[in-house]
């Protein structure tokens, strides 16, 4: 079954899953129905004018299928195919020549949206239907932009923007925010300063000489996940089990801040767990808790970063190496805490590890 499947759906953009594509599906149903009646009861008494501009089926298809695609956000969906239907009519009202117009039509659709950073490939169908669209669409004129290319475009992009919202996907997309130094300094995030740089994916895009359809700092982020997997790939059978401190020092919920204070520096500590009941854990404390002279530990602890004991150790290298995150928890099935994973430890394990790793290449 699971080899039918495969030959089934093969995708072809990365990431792309049978189940995504079928969520795609729904969402162009609703939003190109739901633009189509709403055109219908805005200006269907127009018999001569479309409900719906044809660019909107491409447009569905980007909106709901490669949300996270800079040619998928809502600037480039209104955008795009508004002026693009503007560049359209301009040059049919110039152009006495169809076949010239259609590549005039076209051409100047690219050069407009690529300045007002709006690029969308369907604005080019949008284009050519304002200069091939017949009588109807050459009596709306200037109107045509307008109703009902612009209208189509903000009702389907509304449209997408609550079918994405009730899914809890990123849309409008942001990419992840760039990691920053801890301290508030101008230098790079510790994760940041060995390996690629910004300035390499650059080179590496200009020595490519090709356009590709994601965003710049998206691909930065999916560069460093790249790294990270490699490391898991190669070092994941070490877990957390294998390395982690066992004898972990803890306080309570009802101990005072400076009983916490004393623990953390008398045994060298940056982080300590505050478990409750039957050893289940609560939270942590660290120094950056400490600051304040009196009350309890429960009115000052930060929720913990945890894995269990089977967590490849390597895994929690970008947790570690973020400049705030200096140990996380480990916990079983029941919440309890049975370990914990210092920054020493993987540091540690990695001194013994990749040397190791390099020799065996050589």
């Not at 055109?39 to 004018?49: I, K, S, V």
């Not at 300045?115 to 369907?122: A, D, F, I, K, V």
């Not at 903000?154 to 899914?167: P, Y």
Request: net charge negative.
């Amino acid at each position: 079954m699971s080899k039918f499947r495969f030959k089934l759906f093969s995708p072809i953009l990365a990431g792309a899953t049978l189940n995504d594509r079928l969520i795609a599906g729904l969402g162009a149903l609703i939003g190109i129905g739901l633009t189509g009646l709403i055109g219908e009861m805005t200006f269907g008494g127009n018999p001569d004018l479309p409900l719906i501009v044809a660019p909107l089926g491409a447009s569905s298809v980007l909106l709901f299928a490669v949300p996270a695609s800079p040619l998928a956000q809502p600037w480039s969906i209104i955008g795009g195919n508004t002026i693009s239907a503007l560049c359209g009519v301009v040059v049919y009202r110039l152009v006495p020549d169809m076949m010239l117009a259609i590549g005039c039509a076209a051409g100047l659709a690219i050069v407009m949206m690529s300045l007002t950073r709006c690029l969308h490939p369907p604005g080019g169908a949008a284009a050519l239907t304002a200069v091939i669209g017949g009588p109807a669409v050459a009596a709306q004129g200037f109107s045509f932009v307008l109703v009902p290319v612009a209208l189509n475009c903000i009702i389907l992009v509304l449209a997408g923007l609550i079918f994405h919202k009730l899914l809890g996907h990123n849309y409008p997309h942001v990419p992840p925010p760039k990691a920053v130094s801890p301290v508030g300094t101008k230098d790079p995030a510790p994760i940041l300063r060995a390996g690629f740089h910004v300035e390499d994916v650059d080179a590496a895009l200009a020595e490519l000489g090709e356009t590709f359809d994601i965003n710049r700092t998206d691909l930065d982020q999916l560069l460093q996940r790249v790294e990270q997997q490699a490391i898991l790939r190669t070092h994941g059978d070490l877990t957390c089990a294998d390395i982690m401190s066992r004898d972990v020092i803890t306080v309570g919920p009802e101990d005072d801040i400076q009983t916490a204070r004393v623990l953390l520096l008398e045994h060298n500590l940056r982080t300590l767990p505050v478990v409750g009941a039957a050893g289940r854990l609560l939270g942590t404390i660290g120094l950056r808790e400490i600051t304040l002279d009196n009350g309890q530990v429960a009115e000052v602890m930060v929720p913990a970063l945890t894995a269990s004991p089977e967590t490849p150790a390597f895994s929690q290298l970008g947790q570690l190496a973020d400049g705030r995150t200096h140990a996380v928890i480990i916990q079983d099935a029941a919440g309890q805490v049975v370990g914990l994973l210092s920054q020493t430890d993987l540091l540690a394990a990695a001194a013994r590890v990749l040397p190791v790793a390099e020799a065996t290449k050589t």
